[in-house]
């Protein structure tokens, strides 16, 4: 659906970069532009060596051009005169610092849809800060409402912020780029992952003001034995979300225990015996066992799957939404398309090609975009300067 677009993505780590990834999974052309040398840091991050890299910038077309040098600024200034989308991800300051601030790409290119992705904005006390997907959910009041039974925060293993925050920001770009469809302006898109975090809060903070207490919709968080979640014979875990009677009634019935159905809204605590015997009976039963029984049964019921096996179960291969691609090395690797659903026309897959090497297409797109001959390329890589 963005075929025809092309998208400039300085940012690194993940937020930005997840962001771009789903602009190139819509059919945007996104150039992500790195320092030589090193590039973007998440190339060698961690002990998975790069897989962060590479599951965020699939699709996506490496230049490398050296911010610290003028001639390499005017390279990015021309390259950004071209574009329709810019994503950057530096500190408040850095960018209009290294030239490539709104302000000065504004002025060369006036339909530019340029997003600035942080953590607490462009403004406001703590915008200067250093921060992570950590501090945001904890600020957000998020991280507050993912407690273990003690009452402690538990740290969660997925980014939330961070994917919500690179989701929200093409939210964004892409509001405006319909807005530039219509006016012909381009526009500053100013995001900050805490802000979107705690517009997410809006129900919590909602009930809260009214009842004083801060846990949101109550029949949600695992309080009744309706909507809760169940261990297995196992040790493996299901969700039950009978949330309304009729969908309690076909779990009930299916299991035999009509007599439950009243019981529908019962606390989820040992004083109750229908708990008891609820949770005794999903103990009785394996997670390949219910899962049968949850596609079979109209009851709102679904398995607690981990990574592996979502990566391959049936809903995710019927909805194609894994991308079976292959490293440089002709190695074959199993992705997740990004930009699902409703967001791909009907009939078209992702692309299969695999994150680029640091600077691999830096000839083509100069080459193309700003008709540079190769010895001038040859130049600008003898001095250093992509």
Wanted: aromatic content about 8%; some cysteine; proline content about 5%.
């Amino acid at each position: 659906m963005l075929k025809g677009i092309k998208v400039l993505d300085f940012s690194r780590y993940l937020p930005g970069p997840f962001a771009g990834q789903r602009l190139a999974d819509m059919g945007a052309e996104v150039v992500k532009i790195e320092s030589p040398g090193s590039g973007d840091p998440a190339r060698s991050l961690g002990e998975y060596g790069g897989l962060l890299f590479r599951a965020t910038n699939r699709n996506k077309k490496s230049v490398t051009l050296n911010l610290k040098e003028p001639e390499g600024q005017q390279l990015a200034i021309r390259l950004a005169s071209r574009a329709d989308v810019l994503i950057e991800s530096f500190r408040p300051g850095i960018a209009g610092a290294l030239g490539i601030g709104y302000a000065a790409l504004k002025q060369e290119n006036p339909g530019l849809v340029y997003c600035s992705l942080t953590g607490f904005g462009q403004s406001g006390p703590l915008s200067s800060l250093g921060s992570h997907d950590l501090n945001y959910l904890a600020l957000s009041g998020v991280l507050a409402q993912l407690k273990d039974p003690s009452g402690r925060p538990v740290q969660p293993s997925f980014q939330f912020a961070d994917m919500i925050g690179g989701i929200a920001a093409v939210e964004g770009i892409l509001a405006a780029l319909v807005q530039r469809s219509i006016t012909g302006a381009g526009a500053y898109v100013d995001f900050a992952m805490t802000d979107t975090l705690i517009g997410m809060m809006t129900v919590h903070a909602l009930i809260y003001n009214v009842t004083g207490t801060g846990q949101g919709v109550a029949e949600l968080t695992g309080s009744t034995v309706s909507y809760r979640i169940y261990e297995t014979a196992e040790g493996r875990y299901v969700s039950l979300g009978a949330l309304e009677k009729k969908f309690w009634e076909n779990f009930c019935r299916a299991v035999g225990r009509e007599e439950w159905i009243p019981a529908h809204n019962s606390p989820a605590d040992a004083a109750n015996p229908i708990f008891v015997a609820l949770s005794s009976l999903f103990k009785s039963k394996t997670l390949a066992e219910w899962t049968k029984f949850s596609s079979e049964v109209d009851c709102c019921m679904a398995p607690v799957l981990e990574t592996g096996e979502m990566t391959r179960s049936p809903y995710v291969e019927a909805r194609r939404l894994a991308v079976e691609t292959r490293t440089r090395d002709g190695e074959p690797l199993r992705q997740i398309f990004t930009a699902a659903g409703g967001m791909k026309p009907e009939g078209a897959g992702a692309e299969s090609g695999e994150a680029p090497g640091l600077g691999r297409y830096s000839r083509e797109i100069l080459a193309t975009w700003l008709g540079a001959s190769p010895d001038q390329l040859e130049d600008w890589q003898e001095r250093g300067i992509v």
